[in-house]
């Protein structure tokens, strides 16, 4: 996102990034409260800090080469509005 500080909801955060080229990627929800995320207009899902989960997928189909545009409707509260990516998927407790 565009600023690292909290985020007190119900508020919409816009935040931007570059990417060299499509790929898939993980949204990292871990800090975020409850919400709702987008990107470039897509929506990824929803989040909440409760889990199951703790990441949303991005398919690499909304992926832009260049600047890609991230908004996030958060409805409580988040300790910071930094995005983050990460390598694999969180789906929190699955059973084996």
Do not use: C
């Not at 565009?2 to 119900?10: H, R, V």
């Not at 790929?23 to 709702?36: A, E, Y």
């Not at 889990?51 to 991005?58: A, I, K, S, W, Y």
């Not at 909304?62 to 409580?76: K, W």
């Amino acid at each position: 996102m565009a600023t690292t500080s909290a985020l007190t909801g119900p508020s919409f955060a816009r935040g931007e990034f570059s990417a060299d080229a499509p790929t898939d990627l993980f949204l990292d929800t871990s800090g975020w409260g409850k919400g709702v995320a987008w990107l470039n207009g897509f929506n990824l899902g929803r989040y909440w800090s409760r889990g199951p989960q703790h990441t949303l997928f991005v398919p690499r189909s909304v992926v832009r080469s260049g600047v890609n545009v991230v908004t996030v409707f958060e409805l409580e509260a988040t300790g910071s509005a930094a995005i983050r990516f990460v390598a694999s998927p969180d789906l929190g407790h699955v059973e084996a």
